[in-house]
């Protein structure tokens, strides 16, 4: 079965423009989740959906977006680029559907996309 | 918020020996905990996950410890090889899966 699929792998933009980024999930997979990977942060939850419904959100000012299509795929948008957005984006999905206690689930990761902002 | 962080950021150690990677966190609600491996140029892969009800998980070669006492985790790799050199990271979520917070990683260097 196809894993977690990103594009572009690689990409350079320049300061205040603007980028788009594409996951495709593993087929079944309802819940995608986009995480911003650097060296001095690590990994940080950028936002999760699911069903086509962000479920959470985490601490990135309002220039990341994102959104989930009915067939499960998403995307990520970042707005008037800066330098500290270089990084390598993540994208993982997972089986995990609604809140039923014991219902866990592991993410499955992308190769990620890496965006260099000059 | 949550965090999870790591003793020791960098671990060298001689092929066959046994390497153990620690993790704190910080989330007392955390029920469920997952290693995860990362090579370079690659996402991160599962290697083991645990839940909160247990406290050792063994899988081939590696084996989980959680001890929620002191809110710590460990990667026990039995054994290990060259092609375990990689970063590693522990994961928690106190959300059943849907909001995981990873740790800073350790990398693991495997010398022949």
């Known amino acids: 079965k196809a894993g977690v699929t990103q594009t572009p792998r690689y990409l350079i933009k320049t300061r205040g423009q603007q980028v788009t980024l594409s996951c495709s999930p593993i087929?079944?997979?309802?819940?995608v989740s986009w995480y911003q990977q650097t060296p001095g942060q690590g990994l940080q939850f950028l936002f999760e959906?699911?069903?086509?419904?962000?479920?959470n959100k985490g601490n990135f000012p309002g220039r990341f977006s994102g959104r989930q299509f009915s067939n499960s795929r998403s995307e990520m948008n970042v707005s008037t680029l800066e330098l500290g957005d270089s990084a390598l984006y993540l994208c993982?999905?997972?089986?995990?559907?609604?809140?039923?206690?014991?219902?866990?689930?592991?993410?499955?990761f992308g190769e990620g996309s890496r965006l260099t902002v000059l | 918020g949550e965090s999870v962080g790591l003793h020791l950021p960098t671990l060298s150690v001689q092929e066959g020996d046994n390497s153990i990677i620690n993790c704190a966190y910080s989330?007392?609600?955390?029920?469920?905990f997952i290693w995860y491996k990362q090579e370079s140029g690659k996402g991160p892969q599962f290697i083991i996950d645990?839940?909160?009800?247990?406290d050792k998980r063994q899988g081939q070669r590696v084996t989980v410890l959680l001890n929620k006492t002191v809110k710590h985790l460990s990667l026990q790799i039995a054994a290990t090889q060259p092609g375990d050199s990689a970063v590693y990271f522990c994961?928690?979520?106190?959300?059943?899966?849907?909001?995981?917070?990873f740790g800073s990683g350790t990398k693991l260097n495997v010398k022949p």
């Open positions: 959906y699911f069903s086509e419904t962000q479920r």
């Open positions: 645990i839940r909160s009800n247990m």
């Open positions: 993982a999905s997972s089986l995990v559907g609604a809140r039923t206690l014991g219902e866990t689930g592991e993410l499955f």
């Open positions: 994961a928690e979520t106190a959300h059943r899966g849907d909001k995981f917070y």
């Open positions: 989330n007392s609600a955390s029920d469920y």
């Open positions: 087929s079944g997979h309802r819940s």
